[in-house]
């Protein structure tokens, strides 16, 4: 069955980290759509908007396979005020050139201390293009500089607001099957995957050095099946096109527009449309 809800207007929390296929524009469709829980678990977790906006949850267990992102949390919750003071001395106009930006890469990449690692994750996240995150094959951050035309505020409030709701995550580096296994009933699981090809258009999914090809997107949706038939409800989004539809046969199906916004030509974004697989 396919629905088209009608969303309602609310007050959201914004994540400090920039993130391809972040979900800040869709929560109205999102958080409706998640069911009850005592537990919220999230294996994709990106930028952490749905989490940040899930409600009446009494724990979260959040994880992606992005261990420079993970770090990065862990250092926020357990060291707030720290990172903040380190990380906020990137934002400055000394740092606003290519050169720069090509010097804290650099260094990124070889740093081995995580607090500083991590302050320096959030001004490539900032200052690179288009707010992508992208390794080549030797797993090295790769990202161009994204030339913006002023220093980008640095984004204390929304770093205090995740280091809040996070006392009560806990937060793992891993594959999306190794958390998803962890999943309980009382649970409630919500699933983000690097996208699915649209049917007239090719998506972004290199996230990684090894990307997320058709098998693993399989695998996620036999996975998903079996946590429901063990009382634990999970929520997928993807692209609404034939090759989700046919993965997802069997769920609850929701469906809206969606703007993208990832590709460097202007001329190509645009309203997309969506969906949301709810297997229960």
């Known amino acids: 069955m396919t629905i088209h809800p009608t969303p309602q207007a609310t007050q959201t929390t914004r994540p400090f980290v920039k993130w391809a296929g972040g979900k800040s524009r869709l929560l109205n469709h999102i958080i409706p759509a998640i069911p009850a829980g005592r537990r919220f678990v999230e294996p994709f977790l990106g930028g952490g908007a749905v989490f940040l906006n899930a409600k009446n949850f009494d724990q979260y267990l959040l994880g992606d396979s992005n261990k420079h992102l993970i770090d990065l949390y862990t250092c926020v919750v357990e060291h707030r005020h720290e990172f903040i003071a380190l990380a906020s001395t990137f934002f400055d106009e000394s740092y606003r050139s290519p050169e720069r930006y090509q010097e804290v890469r650099h260094a990124f990449n070889h740093e081995r201390d995580v607090m500083v690692r991590s302050a320096r994750f959030v001004y490539l996240n900032r200052f690179g293009f288009n707010g992508l995150c992208r390794y080549n094959r030797a797993g090295q951050f790769n990202t161009p500089y994204g030339h913006p035309r002023q ?39 919500y699933c983000d995957p690097p ?12 996230y990684g050095a090894d990307g997320f090809g058709v098998a693993r997107q399989g695998e996620l949706a036999e996975l ?10 999970v929520v997928i989004s993807n692209h609404d096109c034939r090759a989700a539809r046919e993965l997802y046969a069997g769920a609850e199906i ?6 993208r916004s990832i590709s460097a030509a202007t001329g190509s974004r645009g309203n997309v449309g969506e969906l949301l697989a709810i297997f229960r």
């Not at 999306?176 to 296994?181: A, N, P």
């Not at 998903?224 to 409800?233: F, N």
């Not at 929701?254 to 703007?259: D, E, G, L, N, S």
């Open 151 to 189: 220093v980008p505020g640095f984004p204390v409030k929304q770093i205090l607001a995740f280091a809040e709701k996070a006392q009560r995550a806990t937060f793992v580096h891993g594959d999306f099957s190794e958390l998803m296994r962890l999943a309980t009933p009382g649970d409630v699981v």
């Open 195 to 206: 996208y699915l090809d649209r049917d007239d258009s090719a998506s972004f999914r290199a």
């Open 224 to 233: 998903s099946r079996e946590l429901a038939a063990r009382g634990v409800p």
């Open 254 to 259: 929701i469906t809206f527009p969606a703007r």
